[in-house]
């Protein structure tokens, strides 16, 4: 086998000699796409953070071999083993979700954005389905994905990747609908997903008379940036969720005003990145 390579590889060479600049040239751009991507997949889930609590103890380590903290540096040094099983374990859902990309021919797929819509229409849907709902006491949970990505709840409902609208929206909480039960999942413009499980917080302090879906909501926050709007479907009181605390009794004019800090703000983060280099799910 190692011969037939050889052989061929022997034939080929010759026709695909570049100069060395061109070669180096080619050889970065090939390891910064790369990179660009691993780091597309690492922004859509959690273990952005982990990644963020691995570069400090690289530097809190190369800082105690120049200090000359023996005792930290020997510690931190040994464990460096047990951190790379550590990382394959954490980073499996992403290592993973690489190879099918691979296996499927998708690695290209998603590195060219087409223009979001307005985030003023983006509002007016989510509010005008939120206010319909409670209007009619039709229990909900939107979780509107922030920079902190939530893929790994995505994975555990039922991807649609449509387009966001409020019919949309109220047409999968519609009682007894396959889908109704669960959390749908906004990423930018599109609902991402539906009938998502999220997870319950542990806050033992939050009122007894509070379900299961505003103690997924605040779970939701608890461990991600994620904005999570609830609605009652005993009272039909509307409530949002955002960094372990929970709002409640929005009305429609209060609610906008949430969303447009969020998504105007992340519209204006975005337009200073060149399209051509912004990811969909970025």
Sequence with gaps: MRDWFYRISSYIEPYIQFPWVIQHIIDIVIV?????????????????????????????????????????????????????????????????????????GQLLDRFFLNDEKDPTYIINEIVRAVQNMAKNKVGLIIVIEGKTGVNDVIETGVRIDGELTAALLE?????????????????????????????????????????????????????????????????????????????????????????????VREKETRSLIPKKWRSRND
């Design 32 to 104: 910064a796409f790369v990179l660009y991507k691993l780091l597309l997949l690492i922004r859509e889930t959690r273990a952005e953070q982990v990644l963020k609590g691995l570069a400090i103890i690289l530097f809190v380590t190369k800082l105690s071999e120049l200090l000359r903290f023996n005792t930290i540096y020997w510690i931190l040094k040994n464990t460096a083993t047990v951190g790379v099983i550590a990382l394959l374990v954490v980073f499996q859902p992403e290592l993973r979700r690489a190879l099918e990309q691979i296996g499927r």
């Design 171 to 263: 047409n999968i909480f519609v009682v007894n609908s396959p889908l109704h039960d669960g959390a749908v999942i906004i990423r930018g413009d599109r609902i991402a997903a539906a009938g998502c499980f999220l997870p319950l917080t542990d806050n033992s302090g939050i009122s007894k008379q509070l379900g299961t879906r505003h103690r997924a909501a605040l779970g939701i926050s608890e461990v991600s940036d994620a904005l999570a709007i609830v609605v009652s479907e005993e009272t039909g009181v509307i409530s949002m969720a955002s960094n372990g605390k929970l709002t409640r009794y929005l009305d429609a004019k209060s609610l906008r005003e949430i969303l447009k800090k969020v998504y």
